[in-house]
């Protein structure tokens, strides 16, 4: 059972990991009437990437009205995060506030909330509408110790406040552990390519430090993969346009779930658009994302030794 806890932590963090970044970019212009947050992660602030936007289809570098303007008109939007970087969570908490002054926003979808708390969501956000704020919102959310709530406060409690609702999109930890003991089959032709399982498997060994016995790598595997087939499925079952907020790896075209949008059979899976927030010294991949915002890194830390 402690090796399944660690296992599924060590996802968690995976899911925000990306190799290092080798190229350089170029300057961008930003047009916005409304001020970007301050930078709060201590590291590669003076990297000449941080600030940029790239368009990864093209490899040009665009200004933020450009981002703007597309991601208002997309009926899914996926933000790609790394869950312990603070100005990630300010860009997201930025940009919805944007996307929400130029059109009306149908829902937001997080990775931290579990589809089993949408009762205890849908009563805060009744509440709050009735003029009360819980005492303790994390308590009446049912907020997951494992999300650190200093990191999500501002933007949980944000959008809380909204007319649009909040949606919880993963799996709780009885789901995760039915899945890790009897891994059901994942249908679909996208996200059960050889390609994708491969590289998936071998993401998550490296996240578990290599240690992880082969034998549990396919019930690990399908835990991965079933956490993405729930947010794809809440993600097209809510109001539009939608908005995913979740780890990096779980918002990649080439590995979740734009994977299992096409799977679903979605009309709408070649009108989503991908942006992953990523740091100055990572590298992300053309044909993972559409575009991508790089920022200051928090302090590294080498979980393996730990181990």
């Known amino acids: 059972m402690r090796w399944f806890l660690f296992a599924v932590f060590a996802l968690l963090s995976a899911c925000q990991l990306m190799p290092k970044q080798q190229a350089a970019a170029v300057p961008i212009t930003v047009v916005t009437g409304q001020p970007l947050p301050e930078w709060q992660s201590p590291r590669e602030r003076d990297n000449p990437r941080v600030g940029y936007i790239i368009d990864l289809r093209s ?23 790394k869950h312990d970087n603070a100005d990630h969570h300010a860009l997201q908490l930025w940009l919805l506030q944007a996307l929400e002054a130029r059109r009306t926003q149908g829902s937001v979808v997080m990775e931290m909330l579990a589809v089993t708390q949408q009762e ?39 959008l809380v406040q909204q007319t649009y609702p909040l949606l919880g999109a993963n799996l709780n930890r009885e789901g995760l552990m039915a899945i890790y003991r009897n891994p059901p089959e994942l249908i679909g032709t996208e996200s059960t390519r050889e390609d994708v399982t491969l590289r998936l498997s071998e993401q998550i060994r490296e996240s578990h430090c290599n240690k992880l016995p082969e034998t549990q790598l396919p019930a690990m595997l399908a835990v ?9 499925t809440v993600l097209l079952d809510a109001p539009r346009p939608a908005l995913l907020i979740a780890g990096a790896y779980h918002v990649r075209y080439d590995l ?12 709408v899976a070649n009108q989503q658009r991908v942006l992953i927030f990523a740091e100055a010294d990572q590298d992300v991949e053309a044909g993972s994302a559409d575009f991508v915002w790089y920022t200051p890194a928090v302090e590294a830390k080498d979980y393996c030794a730990e181990l």
Do not use: C, F
Not at 224 to 232: E, L, Y
């Open 256 to 267: 979740g779930v734009p994977l299992h949008i096409r799977d679903l059979q979605a009309p």
């Open 59 to 81: 490899g040009a570098t665009i200004a933020l009205s450009q981002l703007l303007t597309e991601l208002a008109e997309a009926p899914l939007v996926l933000l790609g995060e």
């Open 120 to 158: 205890a969501i849908n009563q805060v956000q009744s509440q709050l509408r009735a003029g009360s704020m819980p005492e303790d919102l994390p308590a009446a959310l049912n907020w997951h110790k494992g999300w650190d709530w200093q990191q999500y406060d501002e933007l949980v409690t944000h």
């Open 224 to 232: 991965q993969q079933q956490r993405d087939r729930s947010m794809a």
